[in-house]
């Protein structure tokens, strides 16, 4: 959830070496699914593809339902739990975004999995208390 | 630690603390709406925090520095200097507490040695002179004048000081502070900000980016060998760092004294990752990870202590003892094990966590255990229950159900408070024994593990993409 978009990188299911980047936009909800290099995925076409709807799936694991519902600001009545309700309130359309910048935003991100972990104390993440167990 | 003990620690603050924190807030209110523009009130709170430096080696260059600034030439160089003054009033707030700590707990500290070890150079001039001046923007625009782009203007001088382990400390400091801005911009119209927080991270980053400052030197430290028992785990994260930080007690060989001693592994992560799946990031060191799981002590051989009191973990320096309960160990061993000095840059308030065993308390808890305390007849603490990490069992309502606990002592925001690390408690009539340690080698609690199977293991994956698509 940046730059007033849900956005995320979906691998393919059926080729490993390809992904895609999908993005909802908050607000008027309008959708982009494609791959990295900017090819529009063959699935979204007017309605949801099934990157965009593993990606709402996800951040609804990942945030709560309520918190992304209200990121995207979806007006929802009763109980939301799936990428399923949520869709039903949500009538955008398919939008070009560009790919590049959310791609680059999640390789700067997944970098970070790649640094060394170092045994030499931290004293400066104390101001950094853990993330409670209480919330 | 008992009644009077406590009751001398919460007494009165140590004096002057209260007026010394003042110099402080004066200078951290010119953060906030930036240098730049500076009122008298501002300029003056800088000329009391000169005054305040009067009798000091410093002396000079802060009256110097606070004089240029209120003119209106903010430079790196004058900035500097005034972090350099608010870090040594901060420093003496320190002291004053950790004084009263250790004259309460009648805790013997080891001096800090005159010279300190050499710090390790390092060739990484033009990187701190960047983050510099991030900084320096920073300041001179406040924090009510930051946005996205003067945010984001620090991102190439992170990437590149991410990417050295020796300078880990100012990344995932400047990492943690970029990521609060953004997540609070538009700064202008939020309602609070945390203004004595930002100063503090934004002085230490500074201080961090001179030549020289804050890397350890590992190869030049005392080795160190013996049964290291373990007291406890306190975790600290932010959305792209985790630190884990055991604290515990050396048996060297030998006549000399025990010893109390930490430990940390940090690793970098993505925000995504929470909870028990942490623990994976630090898989490569089972025999660690397997102590704290097994509540084992350790035997180690030859591994680096540095003069604050940090052993440089190596795990296959280490190998696993026999159990040891935190209980017994803290019992036995801390009122006579020598506490360790602290490092002049790190004698900040918020680096205060001193073990201590606390017994024969009553506990209590209001608003669904959002605070609970202890109290000792008369005297009471609070809980540092925001401070339990999510991917340990350690729960608010372990902790009001608990009759034992070995826990930090820490001061935050004028007072002090506990933050358990174990907690003996009654549940359903049971004595259970609970610890942030418990789940180190994955969760024990079975409904836990079964969320945590379903969730799949997101840091296996993001590490196959991370390993697919970096290298294209």
């Known amino acids: ?135 | 630690m008992l009644e009077t003990q406590l009751s001398t620690l919460l007494d009165d603050a140590p004096s002057g603390v209260v007026e010394t924190l003042d110099l402080v807030s004066g200078f951290d209110e010119g953060l906030v709406s930036g240098f730049a523009r500076l009122g008298e009130e501002r300029a003056a709170a800088l000329t009391a925090l000169a005054g305040a430096m009067a009798a000091t080696p410093l002396a000079d260059r802060v009256a110097a520095a606070a004089e240029k600034i209120a003119g209106g030439s903010v430079t790196e160089e004058h900035l500097s200097v005034l972090a350099g003054a608010r870090i040594a009033l901060l420093g003496a707030v320190h002291d004053a507490l950790l004084a009263r700590l250790d004259t309460a707990l009648r805790r013997t500290r080891a001096t800090w040695p005159q010279p300190p070890t050499p710090n390790r150079t390092t060739s990484a001039g033009n990187l701190f002179s960047g983050c510099r001046s991030w900084l320096t923007e920073l300041a001179i625009a406040g924090w009510r004048g930051v946005d996205h782009d003067l945010i984001s203007s620090s991102d190439q001088v992170l990437q590149a000081l991410l990417a050295d382990p020796a300078l880990r400390r100012l990344a995932v400091l400047t990492d943690g502070l970029a990521t609060e801005l953004h997540a609070g911009s538009p700064i202008g119209t939020m309602e609070r900000l945390p203004v004595r927080r930002w100063a503090d991270l934004w002085t230490r980053a500074l201080l961090l980016s001179q030549a020289g400052a804050g890397t350890d030197d590992a190869q030049a430290a005392e080795r160190v060998s013996g049964r290291l028992l373990i007291l406890g785990v306190d975790v600290h994260e932010h959305s792209t760092a985790v630190q884990i930080q055991v604290h515990g007690v050396l048996e060297s060989a030998g006549d000399s004294p025990s010893r109390l001693v930490r430990t940390s592994v940090a690793a970098a992560k993505v925000d995504t990752i929470v909870g028990p799946a942490l623990w994976r990031l630090l898989a490569n060191y089972p025999v660690l990870l397997g102590a704290l799981a097994e509540r084992r002590s350790l035997e180690i051989t030859d591994l680096p202590l540095l003069d604050s009191g940090d052993l440089v973990w190596q795990d296959d320096r280490a190998k696993a003892g026999d159990p040891a309960d935190p209980f017994v160990t803290a019992r036995v061993q801390l009122a006579d094990a020598v506490a360790p000095a602290v490092p002049p840059l790190n004698r900040h308030p918020v680096g205060i966590a001193e073990p201590v065993l606390v017994e024969g308390y009553t506990a209590t808890s209001s608003d669904e255990h959002s605070t609970v305390t202890f109290a000792f007849g008369n005297v009471t603490i609070p809980v540092a229950v925001d401070r339990l990490p999510s991917c340990g069992p350690l729960t608010p309502q372990l902790v009001a159900a608990s009759s034992a606990c070995v826990g930090l002592l820490r001061w935050d925001g004028g007072s002090w408070s506990l933050q358990p690390l174990v907690v003996q408690a009654t549940v359903k009539r049971k004595p259970v024994v609970s610890y942030t340690g418990d789940w180190a080698m994955g969760p024990t609690d079975p409904k836990v593990a079964k969320a945590e199977a379903k969730a799949g293991d997101a840091v296996a994956v993001l590490r196959e993409r991370a390993g697919r698509l970096l290298r294209k």
Not at chain 1, 39 to 50: F, L, S
Not at chain 1, 54 to 73: C, P, T
Not at chain 1, 84 to 97: C, I, Q, S
């Open chain 1, 1 to 135: 959830m940046a730059d007033g978009r849900l956005q995320g990188v979906v691998s393919s299911g059926s080729d490993i070496e390809r992904v895609y980047v999908s993005s909802f936009a908050a607000g008027t909800h309008n959708f982009n699914c494609s791959t990295n290099n900017n090819r529009p995925c063959g699935g979204a076409h007017g309605y949801t593809c099934k990157h965009l709807d593993l990606l709402l799936d996800e951040a609804i694991v990942q945030y709560g339902a309520d918190r992304v519902a209200r990121y995207l600001r979806v007006e929802v009545d009763g109980e939301v739990t799936s990428a399923r309700d949520l869709l039903r309130h949500m009538n955008g359309t398919n939008e070009r975004m560009p790919a590049a910048i959310v791609f680059s935003r999640f390789l700067r991100h997944l970098s970070y999995l790649e640094l060394p972990v170092v045994t030499e104390p931290v004293p400066e993440l104390h101001w950094f208390p853990a993330m409670g167990a209480a919330r």
